[in-house]
């Protein structure tokens, strides 16, 4: 009865030719086999994943859905085999044609799933309910917030740039299983020897495209962009690059379970601070914002809010149009993050004060995920306390703050031979001591030695906030005798323009190391000290490619007291301890065979400063986090005073209270150590 159903609708065709039903036997066996392997291929993924079971078994049931079309692939297989054994096989060749529909739908509906699942998401993704739902099913109850929407995840738009279905293709996850496979064998070894696999792979689940590992384009280039080879030495697990605060929020979220484990992460902004850690990490997890771009200028002018990941270049190249700038940095390619959380000096400091003091809100993502405003109105703690803290309270995602209106500079490099210096560094304190000091200006003085000139040399650097050529403050330092001309650059120009020949001077990927000292701006103390480090430069000379010097810059009372005008800072400067000078001391070389040598023979030199200054009383506590190194006596945090470090303490554990920023993230310069 039923075959004759069938025939009449044509499958009686179809069974007359046996070869297609060997054909369809062959393609059932591939196709049975293939549909195991896809899904099995995902399991030790996801029983790896430091997940809650309960999240464990819902990720399963996604890659499960796959049984149904192994399931239709073999009882097509089953009837294509009974054609051959039925007297009238019109019945098997009618459910084996069924089957293999079910298995084509099965497979196109598991397939389109996610790209389903992606545009909804887009469509709904103007719904305040949808967002908190969706916020809450991936990563749990976040903290109330003083900005609601900040702490929602982010639906991805784009499904192979950061989104999750992105991380979901059969080669993203072969990748993954090899890379758990060899954290597995490594790990019978060493339990924890690579912590941040397993977090790498959660991240990249949500995070997609915007987690890179070893070997791809991406990861290349963050680590190449380093300023120094101790930074670009260290190579993490992976690296993620947010472009959203969303972004980090999650990041923060999703990490939170591994940090049991051993895990550990950096903080990247421009990547431009020299010891090895401050903006990277081996094994562990960087998180690397330069993709947090974008400055936008306030409606009245007065303000600008700069992404973490911006360079200082591109901040003054977008606002010189308006004959607008900010108190930056004074080299192009210095991001924004480390200069303003560890006080920073610029060409207008004298006039303005610290680079930190020039912010009027951070926008902070907690370890919590919570997205916080700090400013004088709204957690005025953590607003004072992030101008020098560092990266001890949160990832700092935009910076607001203070525009200045600027035209043309003038100014340049001088250079001159050293017989000439002590006269310069009697102008410097000169100038340095004046109460009316001009604050359009900004002094730097140095000299060093440099292994492709075969000797020493000083050099100025002098700046005038307008463009007045030779003004008169800075005419001792522009007319000296016996000037170098060929190198001299004086000259007018643009903020940026200046901004640009420091990066000339600033190469990436080499060996490259500060400290710091601050002393009184007493003449006899500093020819003292410039002999000293004169003669400390003879023993090194045989190391390929040294250039070694030392600088003076003057913090005199205007600008301390541009500094106390903006609001209380971290480090406990007032208009009362100066006028200051700073010294820094630089070193760069090529070979990391003569590392432990410089670096002994400059912690050696910053002892002799210290001791003999502070037998003059003319040594002062203060170190500025820019220029200084961890360990090696430069305590920079202690330099602050025990008020300010107590103050710092207890902002931490307001706003940290798991001590997430002093374990997971070890870099830099820790709170209470």
């Known amino acids: 009865m039923y075959s004759k159903k069938w025939r009449r609708l044509g499958f009686g065709t179809l069974i007359k030719c046996k070869p297609t039903a060997i054909a369809s036997a062959i393609q059932g066996v591939f196709c049975l086999l293939s549909d195991i392997y896809n899904l099995v291929l995902p399991l030790p993924v996801i029983w790896n994943l430091n997940l809650k079971p309960k999240k464990k078994i819902g990720l399963a049931v996604v890659f499960m859905s796959a049984s149904f079309s192994i399931i239709a692939t073999a009882f097509g297989l089953y009837y294509n085999v009974q054609i051959f054994r039925a007297a009238d096989p019109t019945w098997d060749a009618a459910i084996a044609y069924l089957c293999v529909m079910i298995e084509n739908y099965v497979t196109v509906i598991v397939s389109c799933a996610p790209a389903v699942a992606s545009s909804w998401t887009n469509i709904m993704a103007k719904s305040p309910a949808f967002l908190s739902l969706q916020s809450y099913l991936r990563l749990g109850r976040s903290s109330a917030s003083s900005d609601k929407r900040s702490t929602k995840l982010k639906i991805y738009s784009n499904p192979t740039q950061g989104s ?10 072969l990748r993954t299983a090899t890379n758990f496979t060899e954290t597995n064998r490594s790990s019978s070894r060493s339990p924890n020897s690579r912590p941040g696999v397993p977090a790498c792979a959660a991240l990249a689940l949500q995070l997609g495209a915007k987690v890179a590992y070893p070997g791809s384009p991406v990861y290349g280039e963050s680590i190449s962009t380093y300023l120094t080879a101790f930074e670009s ?22 990490i939170q379970p591994y940090i049991a484990g051993g895990v550990q992460i950096a903080i990247r902004a421009g990547g431009n601070q020299p010891f090895a850690g401050a903006a990277n990490i081996a094994g562990g997890i960087t998180i690397d914002l330069r993709s947090l771009d974008g400055v936008t200028l306030g409606s009245t002018g007065q303000s600008v809010s700069i992404g973490a990941g911006e360079s200082w270049g591109s901040v003054y190249e977008k606002l010189a149009p308006s004959g607008l700038a900010v108190a930056g940095g004074r080299s192009s390619q210095g991001g924004i993050g480390g200069l303003v959380l560890g006080g920073g000096l610029s060409y207008l400091s004298t006039t303005n004060g610290f680079v930190s003091d020039q912010v009027l809100n951070f926008e902070v993502v907690l370890a919590s995920g919570r997205v916080i405003n700090a400013n004088p109105l709204e957690n005025r703690d953590l607003w004072i306390a992030m101008k020098g803290g560092s990266n001890n309270f949160g990832i700092v995602t935009r910076f607001d703050m203070i525009t200045i209106r600027i035209g043309n500079m003038w100014g340049g490099d001088v250079y001159y031979p050293t017989e000439v210096f002590p006269q310069q560094i009697t102008h410097l304190c000169d100038y340095t001591n004046d109460k009316q000091a001009d604050p359009s200006a900004h002094l730097i003085v140095s000299v060093g030695y440099a292994a492709a000139m075969g000797g020493t040399l000083a050099k100025n650097s002098v700046y005038y906030a307008k463009p007045v050529v030779f003004p008169t403050v800075l005419r001792p330092f522009t007319t000296m005798q016996r000037q170098l001309e060929a190198l001299r650059t004086l000259r007018t120009d643009t903020l940026k323009g200046f901004a640009d020949e420091q990066t000339k001077g600033s190469p990436k990927g080499q060996r490259l190391i500060y400290r710091t000292a601050t002393i009184k701006a007493n003449a006899d103390l500093i020819q003292t000290i410039t002999k000293r480090f004169t003669a400390s430069i003879e023993p090194l000379k045989p190391i390929p490619g040294l250039v070694y010097s030392i600088s003076f810059q003057p913090l005199p009372l205007t600008l301390l007291i541009a500094s106390s005008s903006h609001g209380q800072n971290s480090f406990g400067l007032s208009p009362n301890d100066g006028p200051l000078m700073l010294i820094l001391l630089t070193a760069s070389w090529t070979s990391s065979t003569d590392d432990a ?48 470090k107590k103050m710092l303490q207890a902002v931490s554990r307001k706003y940290d209270p798991d001590g997430f920023f002093q374990k997971v993230v070890p870099g830099g310069f820790k709170l209470f150590t």
């Not at 999750?164 to 996850?173: D, E, G, R, Y």
């Open 597 to 644: 040598t410089i670096m002994r023979a400059q912690s050696e030199f910053v002892r002799q400063v210290d001791s003999l200054s502070n037998q003059q009383r003319m040594g002062v506590l203060y170190k500025l986090l820019t220029y200084a190194t961890p360990g090696f006596a430069q305590d920079v945090i202690a330099s602050y005073g025990s008020a300010n």
């Open 233 to 254: 030495d260290l190579k993490p697990t992976c690296i993620v690059q947010p472009s959203t605060r969303n972004d980090v929020a999650g990041f923060m979220n999703i």
């Open 164 to 173: 999750p279905t992105a991380s979901l293709n059969p080669i993203f996850m």
